[in-house]
C-alpha cells in the first residue's frame, strides 16, 4: 500500500455488522449540508414525539373503541317542606342538596370583584358605637310628598268609627295613648253628646272594658278648647269612667273663638312626657266645626308633631268652595222665642289663599253658591292631618251641591309647607295672577246691574238708565283690572302644575271675559236706549226689561272677547267634568253674553185712602208686620256666637 492511503484524513471504518455497512456507505457520500440537514430534522421529530400525546389525547379517547364504565344513577330528593327552625339554627345557610352533588364548582372570572363588592357594601366597616339612635317615623318621612287624605265619613257616628280602627291598628304595634280635643263652641254640643254617646261602645270595642293587657297599653287624655285650653284628664288614662265625665263636663264657651292650636300645643306639653316614658303611639283627635282662630301657629304645630311622630286626626266640616264662611244648623231660645237658622262661622278656605273669583251671575240665579262643598275640609286642619300622616273625617257636608270623592281626588289643595306654597307662587306667573285677582274680588263689592226699568215715560226712563249706569263705570273699573292681571300670567298657563290650579285659572279668565262682554253691551243698549227710546209695540206696556241675546254690542273688539270666553269656559267644562270649577262654567254659559230689549206691563200702586188705610185687613197685616220687627230685634239681640 502506498503512503498516501497511510495518511488519509477520514476516519477508520468501524467493524461492519449487519445493517451497519448501507448506513455508513450512504454517509460515505452525502455531503456535510446533507448530514446537518438530518440532523436538524431528527432534532424536530423528537421535540414533536414529546408534545404530541398532550395534542391528540382527547381525540383519541373521544374516537376510543372501548366501553365507558357504567355510571351509577342515584336519587336525590329535595325537600320543599318550609323551613321550622329559624336564626342561627336554621339550614336556610346549608349547602342545598343540588350543590353538594356538583362534580365541579367551575371558575367565577370575577371571584375578586365580587369579593370586593361584599367586602365594600354588603358588610361596609362601620365605627361602632356603644348606642345608635334610630330616628323617628317624622324624620324618615320628612322627604316624602304626603298628600293627606280626606274621607266622607258617613256623619259623626261613621267619623268615629273610623278613629276607632285607626286607634286599633295604632295598638297592634305599640302602645297608644289617644288624646281627643273638643271644641266647646255652642255650634258643637250636638256633636259632643254624640261622641259621649259613643265613648262606651268605642272602648268596648278596643277592649278596654274587660281586658287588663288592653289597658295598660292603652291611655286615653282629654282636653276642651274654647278662647281658653282647659285640660280636662291632666294624665292619660283607662277609666272609661273618668273619660266619659271629663268630655261631659265641658261646659259651653260663649267667646265665638276656637283656639285649636293652642289646645294641640298645650296636648303636646302635657301628654308627650308620658309618650315617652310609655314608649307609645300617641295621637290627637280634634272634634270641631271650624278651621280655628289661631291658625298662625299652624306651622309650629306641623313641625313639632311632625317631629315627635305624633298622627293628627280631625272630625270636621267641609268647607264652602272657594269661600272662608260656612255655616251650621243651630237652635236657640230667647224671650220665649224660639229660633232655628243657619249661622256662619269661620270653616274655610279649603286652599292656602283664595284661588278662585268669587263673582256674582247677572242672569242666573244657580242654587246658593255660599252653600257649595269644596269636597275638602278647611286647610290649616286639613294640612295637619296631612302632614302628620292623619286623616281629615268629613261629618258634616255642606248642605248644597257635593261632588264624586273620587273624581275630587284629582283636585287635593296644595298641602305643601307655607314657604314652599309662596316659592311655587313665585315661579309661575298665572298662579301670581290667580291669586292677586281672587284677593282684588274680595276686597271689591262687584256690583250686580239693574235690568228692569220703569218706563211710564221717557222722562222716568233716562232717569233710570242714568242711575243704572253709575255703579257700571266702578264695575267696569273692577273688570278691567281683574283681567289685565290675569293676562298677565296667560303665558304661563300651561306651566301650571295642577288640575286644581289649571280649572282655577281657566274659570277665572273664562268668567271675567264673560263679565266683561256683558258690561260692555250692557252700557252699549243703555246709551242707545237713553239716547233714542224705544216704543213700545203693546198699548199696557209700561217698562223694558234686559234678556240675554246671542246678540253682542260694542264692536268687533268686543265680539273677540266673546269668542275668547267660550273658548275658556267650555274647556273648564271638557277638561273638568263633574267638578265645581264645571259646574259654576256650565252656569255662565246658560245664557248667552249679548242683551236684547224686551217690554212688558207691572202694576202701578196707587196710594190708598184714609178708610182704607184703617180697614181691619189693613190693621192686622199692620199688627203682623209690627210683630215680626218686634221678633227680629229679639233676635238680633241674643244672636249667639258660635
Known amino acids: 500500500m502506498s503512503s498516501i492511503e497511510g495518511t488519509s484524513t477520514y476516519p477508520a471504518k468501524p467493524p461492519e455488522s449487519v445493517g451497519d455497512s448501507t448506513v455508513w456507505s450512504i454517509l460515505d457520500v452525502v455531503p456535510a449540508w446533507g448530514v446537518s440537514l438530518l440532523v436538524h430534522v431528527g432534532v424536530i421529530l423528537l421535540v414533536a414525539m414529546i408534545t404530541l400525546p398532550d395534542i391528540i389525547l382527547p381525540e383519541i379517547n373521544l374516537t376510543s373503541s372501548i366501553e365507558p364504565e357504567e355510571v351509577r344513577q342515584e336519587v336525590y330528593e329535595l325537600s320543599t317542606d318550609p323551613t321550622e327552625t329559624l336564626g342561627s339554627l336554621s339550614t336556610l345557610n346549608v349547602q342545598g342538596e343540588s350543590a353538594a352533588v356538583a362534580q365541579d364548582r367551575g371558575m367565577d372570572n370575577h371571584l375578586e370583584q365580587v369579593e370586593q363588592i361584599q367586602e365594600d357594601v354588603v358588610n361596609p366597616r362601620v365605627a361602632q358605637f356603644e348606642t345608635m339612635l334610630s330616628p323617628n317615623e317624622a324624620e324618615v318621612l320628612e322627604s316624602v310628598d304626603l298628600t293627606g287624605t280626606t274621607e266622607q265619613a258617613g256623619g259623626t257616628d261613621g267619623a268615629v268609627d273610623r278613629i276607632t280602627l285607626e286607634i286599633a291598628w295604632s295598638l297592634r304595634h305599640r302602645r297608644t295613648i289617644p288624646v281627643w280635643l273638643f271644641d266647646e263652641s255652642l255650634s258643637l254640643e250636638a256633636r259632643r253628646e254624640v261622641i259621649i254617646g259613643r265613648f262606651d261602645s268605642i272602648y268596648r270595642q278596643l277592649g278596654l272594658m274587660d281586658d287588663l293587657d288592653t289597658k295598660e297599653a292603652l291611655k286615653t287624655g282629654v282636653i276642651g278648647y274654647g278662647e281658653n285650653v282647659h285640660v280636662l284628664v291632666k294624665e292619660p288614662t283607662s277609666d272609661i269612667t273618668e273619660l266619659m265625665n271629663a268630655v261631659k263636663g265641658i261646659k259651653n264657651d260663649e267667646s265665638g273663638k276656637e283656639n285649636v292650636f293652642a289646645a294641640i300645643d298645650e296636648a303636646l306639653r302635657v301628654f308627650t312626657p308620658y309618650k315617652r316614658k310609655m314608649r307609645a303611639n300617641m295621637m290627637i283627635i280634634i272634634v270641631t266645626d271650624e278651621r280655628g282662630d289661631d291658625f298662625q301657629s299652624l306651622e309650629s304645630i306641623v313641625k313639632r308633631c311632625s317631629r315627635d311622630g305624633i298622627k293628627v286626626y280631625c272630625i270636621g266640616n267641609a268647607s264652602i268652595f272657594g269661600r272662608a264662611e260656612g255655616f251650621v244648623r243651630y237652635q236657640w231660645e230667647s224671650e220665649g222665642e224660639k229660633f232655628d237658622e243657619d249661622r256662619p262661622v269661620d270653616q274655610g278656605p279649603e286652599t292656602a289663599m283664595a284661588e278662585g273669583l268669587q263673582l256674582p251671575f247677572w242672569t242666573n240665579t244657580p242654587r246658593d253658591l255660599t252653600r257649595m262643598s269644596?269636597?275638602?275640609?278647611?286647610?290649616?286642619?286639613?294640612?295637619?292631618?296631612?302632614?302628620?300622616?292623619?286623616?281629615?273625617?268629613?261629618?258634616?257636608?255642606?248642605?248644597?251641591?257635593?261632588?264624586?270623592?273620587?273624581?275630587?281626588?284629582?283636585?287635593?289643595?296644595?298641602?305643601?309647607?307655607?314657604?314652599?306654597?309662596?316659592?311655587?307662587?313665585?315661579?309661575?306667573?298665572?298662579?301670581?295672577?290667580?291669586?292677586?285677582?281672587?284677593?282684588?274680588?274680595?276686597?271689591?263689592?262687584?256690583?250686580?246691574?239693574?235690568?228692569v226699568f220703569q218706563a211710564n215715560n221717557d222722562n222716568i226712563l233716562r232717569e233710570q238708565i242714568t242711575e243704572a249706569q253709575k255703579p257700571l263705570a266702578v264695575l267696569d273699573y273692577f273688570l278691567e283690572r281683574t283681567h289685565t292681571l290675569l293676562e298677565a300670567g296667560e303665558k304661563h298657563r300651561n306651566k301650571l302644575d295642577s288640575d286644581r290650579w289649571r280649572a282655577s285659572y281657566d274659570l277665572a279668565m273664562g268668567r271675567i271675559l264673560a263679565l266683561r262682554v256683558r258690561a260692555f253691551g250692557y252700557n252699549a243698549v243703555l246709551a242707545e236706549m237713553k239716547s233714542n227710546p224705544k216704543i213700545f209695540e203693546k198699548s199696557d206696556s209700561n217698562q223694558w226689561r234686559l234678556e240675554p241675546s246671542e246678540s253682542i254690542s260694542g264692536g268687533s273688539n268686543v265680539r273677540k272677547m266673546n269668542d275668547k270666553a267660550m273658548e275658556y269656559l267650555n274647556r273648564v267644562i271638557t277638561e273638568h267634568p263633574g267638578t265645581p270649577w264645571a259646574y259654576l262654567a256650565k252656569v255662565e254659559l246658560r245664557d248667552p253674553l249679548g242683551w236684547d230689549w224686551v217690554e212688558g206691563h207691572t202694576e202701578i200702586a196707587q196710594a190708598a185712602a184714609g178708610d182704607q188705610q184703617r180697614s181691619p185687613q189693613f190693621a192686622a197685616e199692620e199688627e203682623r208686620r209690627q210683630q215680626e220687627q218686634i221678633r227680629q230685634q229679639k233676635r238680633t239681640r241674643s244672636l249667639p256666637k258660635l
Open 374 to 451: 269644596s269636597g275638602y275640609g278647611p286647610y290649616t286642619l286639613s294640612r295637619l292631618t296631612a302632614e302628620t300622616g292623619g286623616i281629615f273625617f268629613i261629618a258634616d257636608d255642606a248642605v248644597g251641591d257635593k261632588w264624586d270623592p273620587q273624581i275630587m281626588r284629582q283636585y287635593i289643595p296644595d298641602y305643601r309647607p307655607q314657604a314652599e306654597y309662596m316659592r311655587q307662587l313665585q315661579n309661575n306667573l298665572a298662579k301670581q295672577a290667580l291669586v292677586a285677582a281672587a284677593q282684588q274680588a274680595l276686597s271689591e263689592d262687584v256690583p250686580t246691574p239693574q235690568r
